[in-house]
């Protein structure tokens, strides 16, 4: 099974500061994923990564960076954190031999006052 | 348009009985997921689908990637079989990045 862990998993962010999400998987897959999850949004795509170096844009990636510093650890991060990015934020990792099934950590819900 | 629609958004059962979720797809998908978020709101693997079917205990899920649907049966609902239901596909070209539905929200009553 899988395993993807994140962290924090709660957060409380002023308005203005910088957070840092945090992911990591243990088992060696080259895709990982960020996305946010809002009620009657179902669950967005922000940014997502083929491996250690790469980053690419998903379909919400305004306001957000990414770092993917190695094949094991992928990073979320709010330079700026508005109120409009209070949500639960979801990271995945998946193999990339064609097809890829992802598995997901348990999620971090950040909250931006 | 929503690229991943799933139906119905909501969903209340009676325990012992069975139902059936749908996805329609706008895109070419490829493969397609579906996962439970458990109250907890941990995403649970359900089920992986090139074009096909596959069976779990009682749940069924079949991918008919020609008429661009999935659907996700399930049988003889059981309490713990609420939450929410996702399914995700990855479309040609796509670049690996499943796409998500909204989520049907089920309910499981006594």
């Known amino acids: 099974e899988a395993a993807v862990t994140q962290s924090p998993r709660n957060k409380v962010a002023v308005t203005g500061g910088k957070v840092t999400l945090s992911c990591n998987q243990t088992?060696?897959?080259?895709?990982m994923y960020w996305y946010r999850q809002d009620t009657g949004h179902g669950l967005r795509l922000i940014h997502y990564?083929?491996?250690?170096?790469?980053?690419e844009k998903g379909d919400i990636p305004d306001g957000y960076k990414a770092s993917r510093p190695s094949q094991e650890n992928f990073s979320l991060i709010l330079e700026l954190a508005t109120p409009s990015q209070t949500s639960v934020y979801f990271c995945a990792s998946g193999d990339a031999g064609g097809y890829t099934e992802v598995f997901f950590g348990k999620g971090t819900r950040l909250t931006v006052v | 348009g929503d690229k991943v629609k799933q139906s119905p958004s909501a969903l209340s059962l009676q325990e012992g009985t069975n139902s059936a979720l749908r996805c329609n797809f706008s895109?070419?998908?490829?493969?397609v997921q579906w996962f439970l978020q458990n109250p907890r709101g941990s995403l649970i693997n359900l089920f992986y689908?090139?074009?096909g079917t596959k069976e779990n205990g009682r749940l069924k899920s079949t991918f008919n990637s020609k008429e661009s649907y999935s659907t996700l049966h399930i049988r003889d609902a059981q309490l713990e079989d609420s939450g929410t239901y996702f399914c995700a596909a990855e479309a040609k070209g796509g670049n690996y990045k499943p796409t998500f539905g909204k989520g049907t929200s089920l309910v499981v009553h006594p």
């Open positions: 088992n060696n897959h080259n895709n």
């Open positions: 990564s083929y491996g250690a170096g790469s980053t």
């Open positions: 689908l090139v074009p």
């Open positions: 895109i070419a998908a490829t493969t």
